[in-house]
């Protein structure tokens, strides 16, 4: 089974600065996806990016983005510019390409702190 | 579009009670899934399905039992609640292909007494 770390539970940014944070997994397989959720306190689960490992050009959407090192395992993310409403858990998780693996296997989590 | 939708949102039990958390998603997704969120372990799936009438478990299925009647329903039944059992449940589905990120429910926060 795959196993995801996150071995920041807490980090903590100003606004407008820029926070990464880290996110690192074990697999023997060659194509895969990995993902980042955010958590609010309002509890839903809210996809923030997603990357394929067969792609090398890391992936961004808007002010979020990732470092994606295929041969270290690695899967960061970078938040540009942080705003207080992107306070939350954040999730790092990893799914298979196989046909029976739909599920996805997440890491611990990092609390992230938006500090004014 | 109402997406996923998990009934109730929280609920109190006492320990050998029985219930069942209802899912419903109205996307025609495939693939649906029951998680449970405890502090500090992250999200642990306990239970899946890739299609009506097809389910399997997951990582952490004891103690919980699930049926696949219909593509749109995928309801989680707690046998005989026990403490342990205490968590945040989330229903989560996708279309069945791997790059496509599931969605998930508002979460069921479910406490045994």
């Known amino acids: 089974a795959q196993t995801v770390t996150q071995s920041q539970p807490e980090m903590s940014v100003q606004e407008a600065e820029t926070v990464t944070l880290s996110c690192t997994y074990d697999t023997s397989e060659s194509d895969y996806y990995l993902f980042w959720y955010k958590q609010p306190p309002s509890r839903q689960m809210i996809l923030v990016i997603r990357q394929e490992a067969y792609k090398q050009q890391n992936a961004t959407e808007n002010r979020f983005s990732v470092n994606f090192q295929k041969a270290a395992k690695s899967f960061s993310l970078k938040i540009s510019d942080s705003q207080l409403g992107d306070a939350a858990m954040y999730f790092c998780a990893y799914r298979t390409t196989s046909n029976s693996g739909y599920a996805l296997n997440f890491g611990k989590g990092t609390s992230l702190l938006v500090t004014p | 579009n109402a997406g996923v939708t998990q009934t109730p949102k929280f609920q109190v039990l006492k320990t050998g009670q029985s219930m069942t958390l209802q899912c419903a998603q109205d996307?025609?997704?495939?693939?649906m899934s029951w998680y449970r969120q405890d502090p500090g372990m992250g999200l642990r799936l306990i239970h899946y399905s890739v299609g009506a009438g097809i389910t399997d478990q997951g990582e952490v299925p004891n103690g919980y039992n699930v049926s696949r009647s219909t593509t749109e329903d995928f309801p989680l039944r707690l046998l005989s609640a026990a403490p342990s059992q205490t968590s945040v449940y989330f229903c989560?589905?996708?279309?069945?292909?791997?790059?496509?990120?599931?969605?998930f429910g508002d979460g069921t926060r479910l406490s045994i007494l």
């Open positions: 989560a589905s996708s279309l069945s292909l791997s790059n496509q990120p599931q969605h």
């Open positions: 996307m025609n997704h495939e693939y």
